[in-house]
Nanobody
């Protein structure tokens, strides 16, 4: 069974930084497209960033481009999201997941997510 454990969230002031981690298990991580998503109450889950298995391809939502950096460590089965220049509108619960293929849908398995709150 696929499993994702997100961590690293917290309360940060506007302009601050956070680094999220996602420990994954239950599938072949090194061969999988990984994405970070975020969700706020009353809104649909939003795709934030995607990284291919070898990191050759990376894509970001326009809203985070230039501020967020997705990365991965295939030896540790872990994906990361470095978030800089945070804005109040980045406040959300952040999740990671394995996409079925590049541009495909995430799996049906979701972790508990990690809360990011950007506020002064």
């Amino acid at each position: 069974q696929l499993r994702f454990v997100e961590s690293g969230g917290g309360l940060v002031q506007p302009g601050g930084s956070l680094r999220l981690s996602c420990a994954a298990s239950g599938f072949t991580f090194r061969a999988s497209v990984m994405s970070w998503y975020r969700q706020t109450p009353g809104k649909e889950r939003e795709l934030v960033a995607t990284i291919s298995p070898t990191t050759a391809n990376i894509n970001y939502a326009d809203s985070v481009k230039g501020r967020f950096t997705i990365s991965r460590d295939n030896a540790k089965n872990t994906a990361y999201l470095q978030m800089n220049s945070l804005k109040p509108e980045d406040t959300a619960v952040y999740y990671c997941n394995r996409d079925t293929y590049w541009g495909g849908a995430p799996s049906d398995y979701w972790g508990q997510g990690t809360q990011v709150t950007v506020s002064s």
